[in-house]
């Protein structure tokens, strides 16, 4: 269930840029820049759009694993911690995606970037396996990888005796990367503007 709902979440994520070519060929976004608001919110709207959407999609995620028989021994703690570190990722990947949507301004471009980001992403983590049954070198990849951060952050939280320790370690680590692509997405948005 961990990594479904952490796939789910990156997949969305991934293409958060395309909203953003839409408002530009369309002139939505040249009006919002002209108008008094703040340009983080032009950023915040969209992110919080996307939480949105990867909480509705975590919450029927785990519904229909728990109709499969999973076991969620965290509870609704751990349920929440898997979904709360879902956002998190989204809203990196989310702010990534925002940021080349504004700098390349191409449908054609942000696709081949998201794919060759996303994709690797996801095989180079735990999602498909345990990292005690991964390649040494997988392992030692994920370790870097933020997706992976929220799969292992989602499965101890859902573990029946979870490490709290580890789970605000990996948390942490996806708080940080989310402030970083967002900073990126705000400053691309800067960047577009000063283009215009």
Do not use: H
């Amino acid at each position: 269930v961990p990594g479904i709902v952490v796939m789910t979440a990156l997949f969305s994520a991934g293409w958060s840029g395309m909203g953003i070519i839409n408002d530009l060929d369309r002139g939505v976004m040249d009006r919002f820049l002209v108008s008094p608001a703040r340009r983080a919110s032009l950023v915040a709207g969209p992110m919080g759009q996307l939480a949105a959407i990867v909480m509705i999609q975590s919450l029927i995620i785990v519904a229909l694993g728990l109709a499969r028989g999973a076991d969620l021994a965290g509870g609704v703690a751990g349920v929440a911690v898997l979904i709360g570190c879902a956002i998190l990722l989204a809203w990196a990947i989310g702010g990534l995606s925002m940021a080349i949507a504004l700098l390349a301004r191409k449908e054609e471009t942000l696709i081949g970037a998201v794919n060759f980001l996303v994709l690797p992403l996801t095989f180079l983590s735990t999602a498909f396996m345990p990292s005690s049954l991964a390649p040494g070198w997988l392992a030692d990849v994920a370790g870097y990888n933020p997706v992976n951060w929220a799969i292992e952050a989602g499965r101890e939280a859902l573990a029946a005796d979870p490490s709290w320790g580890d789970v605000a370690g990996w948390a942490g680590l996806l708080v940080g990367t989310a402030l970083v692509c967002g900073w990126a997405a705000v400053r691309a948005l800067r960047a577009y503007q000063r283009s215009v």
